[in-house]
């Protein structure tokens, strides 16, 4: 990659990760499902002019746009609402990797070999030392929850696969659209005073809310789309694992959280174990290509 190029990577990541704070922010004030629902509904006017239907595309778009929207970003404000830290949860969040990389060899039928089963166990057992952490285990709903939000991406994900077609600014419409019906639909059921929530928040949780839409769906996720067409998706996300760095320096400096070191330990062996699977990945997916080229 250029070295511009890795500038705008890094950019990424330091994104997405304060967006784990401004998630905590938003839930203070906010029901899960009712932040989710503006922060969709932000997305959703910016990408509206993408928006259009897609003949014979429209039941996986559905599918993924339900799944990320609704339901991987639901878990995302739900488990940051039960949890009393950020770093732990964008530790667990980097599970979506393993994830992923199981549900491709379960139903794309995926070879796997011996180092990316052991890059997968190492990840699970980075995140099971985290969870035994004193400090985490107080709110290990939380860790879950988040752990279930991380493999709701990696069923986007198998979707997302089958969408290479349709153009990504038309598929965040679709995403932001299903995030904001869905999520409203959701809220009705189970959440309540979500009108004095939105009257009375402060302007600390509404920054939260706009900040998770504009800069980590629109402008992180932007960059990101805009490096992933110049480059290979195996070469982009390594340097994303820099997200939950980036998150636990945030918990400490903006809400003065402390840093054990079961979760410096959990932490380092989750994202060794995805740097493993993500490198190997890089590794098969070159190797195809090479006989496709021969």
Known sequence: MQFKHILLAVLVTLV?????????????D????????????IVFCFFAPFFKIVKGRMKILLAAAITLGVLHFGFVFWGMKLSGGVGAVAIASQLAVPFSTLLAIIFLKEAVGWKRVAGIA?????????GFDPAVFSYIDGLLVVIGSAFLYAVSAIFMRFLKDVPAMTTQAWVGLAGTVGSIVLSLLFESNQVAAVTEATSLAWGGVIYSAIGSSIVGHGLANYLFTK????????YFLLM???????????????????????????????????????????????????
């Not at 906010?30 to 509904?41: G, K, Q, W």
């Open 122 to 130: 190492i990840s699970f057992g980075g995140v099971m030392v985290l």
């Open 231 to 238: 480059y290979e998706v195996s070469v982009v996300s390594p």
């Open 244 to 294: 939950p760095l980036f998150a636990i320096l945030a918990g400490v400096i903006i809400l003065d959280e402390e840093i054990t070191s079961r979760m410096l330990m959990g932490g380092m062996l989750t994202v060794l174990g995805v740097l493993i699977v993500t490198l190997r990945n890089k590794q098969k997916h070159s190797n195809i290509a090479t006989s496709i080229d021969e």
């Open 16 to 28: 997405w990760g304060l967006n784990f704070v401004a998630v905590k922010w938003a839930v203070v």
């Open 30 to 41: 906010f029901p899960p499902l009712t932040a989710n629902a503006i922060r969709f509904l």
